[in-house]
């Protein structure tokens, strides 16, 4: 636990990728095999098991800090993260633990069939033992919320590096659905066993935005074009006589979406696919707050399968008849790929259509009607092309329409978290309606530092009201904000919904009467959907 | 109309109205007492001017050679239209003082900021008895806890260290005035490893070595300093140097920032600093209260940082407490140097 503790606090002091990289690879050089297991499994994401409730967590807290419960939320409010707020109020201790990471997650493990009691024990002789940075580290660890400061290609390059193999072999190996407590290091990234390869998907090839015109990607004809639907980016992994989807953040979805089953039975053995999921109705997608809807549920009720039912819109064939086609390219994966779909018909199972174009001007024109098409604008994509790992420039690219704006202002304001926790620079933003204003977003992106230290100045200059952590400020302060989706939402005060609400520019040179109104909103609204 | 109190918080200052003398005003006045040099308590433009004498130095480079000024010693008792006056140690930077008022045996005393530690270069603070006391909370929350002045020069100096040892400069960032003479107080002594300043925290140093402060000389970063003898060394900086082309010429470089507010990571990396030193010339919690019990005071104001949550604190540790509005503290501990 000490050498892991002190990996987290250097790469915390360095902003400099070499530096981490070179830090990870010391470590995954030097540690014992068991813990640089447990190191991975944190770093790619992979959650301890909760064998204690926050609830509990939290009262064990207040008891051994000694301070009142307000006390301690106002504490929250400022540093932003409950591990670490914890760590800071938690008296120091004089001696430090010796027990490494693995045996600390085996101890922690055991915890899970422990009576209450026991649980409280574990917890203030770890906290009485640690000190603040590991009590730091522990806390995250037992509130399952670990997060470290690194990408998973930062981690990979320091594993290729320690065990010489190709970046691309370990990103592969280490995705999926992998146990800590069942592997080792040495099962896992060093002795590639077949069997349990299964699971894996690809690592998905990610697009950056185009650079100003598509003018600069040289002949049109080099090029596919298709719509970039609004949905969940997923893999559909039939191998073996199992189903397996993936979501782009690495999750295995496969439960979420049953009327996607149907795919087992229908591709033959051995076939990727990339895709989008996105719910469809009446020959359309349906915007994506309705998909939203089903995400975070657990159960997926029979309502929620006749009001957002999904579908599988196939972008591209990562294999086929178990063969790795990435290296192929796009213009045969595809062909190959309307082969596969036009042989395997099914409701769920669609087809992402290529727009048809003969010049960058044409396509131009087709963007126009990415909204009424309900998709975000365009994927680019380069006929040549092999699939890519990662987020790489040159060969895919992403086109998207422009936000949705509307001017508002700004009347409540909350602290931020993480970076921001100093500032008040979480903002409720309303419109006019009639001599009100309404409330309808909240944002908290799209300002430089500069900006948020002027915002925050004048909140703590402007309020009116404290509610707990939020101020209601004088309302004066006028900013255009963006969103790429508007819907009808009776939850919501305005009865508007928008969706990745920010803030696109401050309007200084707006005074606040002359901020748009409801009634443009409704009018965006109909125009819109 | 009740009788006003001996010191009222008024829309410009802390006001003793019998004396008609304002303590730190935010506004031009004709009568000012300073309780220290710092950008948020001395503000230009008063026509008189009152204040501990280690402070002159500063107020005269930063509010004009020649303002009207007048100095005192610690302890050295005045009075102005029957109401007494003296000046105590706050122990937040040089010439720093806690302003005793009294009349009738009534105590008030205005701390402005300040901080238990002894820092080995500014006089160490005294607690003074008074009846109301009107404190800062900068640091009002009880997750900031500092770790001893020697712990983190022990930190300061193995970062530089190992800086060295990969050929590195090693950029040392906090305020000009307080900050810096502690770290270079502390630090000391250098022996022949090069240390080079900032000119926002060269003029400061050299204004205090020529009021007779014992402080060695650092030499200005200049540009005709040949690059290579960065290399290894330490660079005191102010804050606002940070990501600004003035850096380029330490490549490699590592950067540290020497502040209360380090104490929370979020706080850290926000500012995009490799290494944060739980370094404040504040009170942390522990001895807010320290000092607030201290005063044996039955009535506490609290004027700038976490009043809301700090007056909240006293008030049920059964301690009278309310908090007011100033316009101190709105430079935080280190945001923003000031003109120098």
């Known amino acids: 636990m000490k050498r892991f503790t002190q990996l987290f606090l250097d790469l915390d002091r360095t902003t400099k990728t070499n530096e981490k990289v070179a830090l990870l690879k010391a470590y995954f050089l030097t540690a014992p095999a068991e813990d640089k297991l447990w190191a991975l499994a944190l770093f790619t994401g992979r959650r301890p098991p909760r064998s204690f409730k926050t609830a509990q967590i939290h009262a064990w807290a207040l008891e051994k800090a000694n301070i009142p419960e307000w006390l301690y939320r106002e504490s929250y409010n400022s540093v932003g993260d409950m591990a670490e707020t914890i760590a800071l109020l938690l008296p120091v201790a004089p001696s430090a633990s010796d027990k490494t990471l693995s045996e600390w997650f085996h101890a922690l493990a055991a915890m899970s069939r422990a009576s209450d009691e026991e649980k409280k024990h574990f917890i203030f002789s770890a906290w009485e033992h640690f000190s603040p940075h590991q009590i730091f580290v522990f806390n995250k660890l037992i509130m399952g919320s670990f997060r470290i400061g690194v990408s998973q290609t930062l981690v990979v390059r320091a594993i290729a590096e320690s065990v010489q193999q190709e970046p691309a072999i370990i990103t592969h190996r280490i995705m999926g659905d992998w146990d800590p407590f069942k592997t080792t290091f040495h099962e896992l990234i060093v002795h590639e066993n077949v069997n349990d390869q299964f699971s894996r998907p690809y690592p998905f090839y990610l697009a950056y935005a185009v650079d100003g015109s598509v003018d600069t990607l040289g002949n049109a004809e080099d090029w596919f074009a298709e719509w970039k639907w609004d949905g969940i980016r997923a893999q559909v992994v039939v191998r073996n006589s199992e189903l397996y989807i993936w979501s782009r ?281 | 109309m009740a009788k006003p109190t001996l010191l009222q918080f008024t829309s410009s200052s802390i006001f003793c109205a019998r004396a008609n003398v304002h303590i730190d005003p935010w506004k031009p006045v004709d009568f000012a007492i300073l309780t220290h040099a710092h950008s948020d308590h001395a503000k230009v433009g008063c026509k008189h001017y009152l204040a501990h004498k280690d402070s002159e130095s500063i107020l005269r480079l930063r509010l004009g050679e020649n303002i009207s000024l007048q100095t005192v010693n610690y302890g050295e008792q005045f009075s102005i239209n029957g109401i007494n006056f003296s000046l105590h140690p706050a122990g937040h930077v040089i010439g720093s003082a806690q302003i005793r008022v009294e009349h009738n045996g009534e105590v008030w005393v205005a701390s402005g900021d300040y901080k238990l530690e002894d820092d080995h270069f500014c006089t160490p603070f005294e607690p003074v008895k008074c009846n109301t006391f009107i404190t800062e909370s900068t640091f009002g929350l009880p997750i900031y806890k500092w770790p001893s002045q020697n712990s983190i020069m022990n930190d300061i100096k193995e970062w530089w260290l190992q800086n060295q040892q990969q050929e590195k400069a090693s950029v040392l960032m906090g305020y000009a005035l307080g900050k810096m003479q502690r770290i270079i107080k502390n630090l000391q002594p250098f022996n022949d490893t090069p240390v080079y300043a900032h000119g926002a925290i060269y003029n400061v140093n050299e204004r205090l070595r020529a009021a007779g402060f014992d402080l060695p000389y650092i030499p200005l970063v200049t540009n005709d300093i040949d690059k290579k003898m960065y290399k290894g060394a330490l660079i005191l900086a102010t804050p606002s140097a940070l990501n600004t082309s003035w850096m380029k010429k330490f490549t490699p470089y590592s950067t540290g920032y020497c502040s209360g507010w380090m104490a929370v990571r979020g706080a850290k990396n926000r500012r995009s600093v490799d290494r944060g030193f739980v370094l404040s010339d504040h009170a942390d919690w522990s001895d807010l209260n320290r000092a607030v019990a201290e005063t044996s005071a039955e009535k506490i104001f609290v004027t700038h940082g976490y009043t809301d949550t700090y007056a909240r604190w006293l008030n049920e540790q059964g301690i009278e407490a309310a908090e007011v509005s100033t316009h101190y503290g709105n430079e935080e501990e280190s945001i923003k140097e000031g003109v120098v």
Not at chain 1, 387 to 400: A, E, F, Q
Not at chain 1, 432 to 458: C, M
Not at chain 1, 496 to 519: N, S
């Open chain 1, 249 to 529: 953040g690495e999750e295995l979805i496969t439960d979420k979406f049953p009327e996607l089953n149907v795919f087992l039975t229908l591709l033959p053995q051995g076939t990727v696919l990339d895709g989008e999921i996105v719910c469809f109705k009446d020959k359309k997608p349906m915007p994506f707050n309705v998909l939203q809807t089903r995400i975070g549920r657990k159960n997926v009720s029979k309502k929620i399968l006749e009001e957002a039912p999904v579908v599988f819109i196939a972008y591209d064939l990562l294999e086929l008849q178990g063969d790795d086609m990435r290296v192929k390219p796009q213009r045969e994966r595809r062909a190959a790929l309307e082969q596969l779909y036009a042989q395997n018909d099914h409701n769920v199972f669609k087809l992402s259509a290529l727009l048809e174009f003969n010049s960058w001007d044409e396509l131009k024109t087709l963007h126009t009607l990415s909204r009424a098409n309900v998709a975000e604008g365009f994927m680019i994509k380069r006929k040549e092309a092999t699939y890519r790992t990662g987020r790489k420039k040159g060969d895919w690219w992403k086109w998207k329409i422009n936000p949705l704006s509307v001017d508002a202002v700004l009347i409540y304001a909350q602290k931020g978290h993480g970076r921001r926790t100093e500032f008040y620079s979480d903002y409720t933003f309303a419109v006019w309606d009639n001599d009100k204003l309404v409330p309808f977003a909240k944002a908290y992106s799209g300002l430089t530092d500069e900006e948020i230290r002027q915002v925050d100045h004048f909140v703590k200059q402007n309020t009116i009201e404290k509610f707990g952590p939020v101020r209601s400020v004088k309302p004066t302060l006028v900013f255009e904000i963006g969103f790429e989706g508007i819907n009808a939402s009776p939850r919501h005060k305005s009865g508007i919904a928008v969706r990745f609400p920010r803030m696109l520019r401050w309007r200084k040179d707006k005074p606040v009467e002359e901020a748009d109104t409801l009634q443009n909103l409704r009018v965006l609204l109909n125009t819109v959907s």
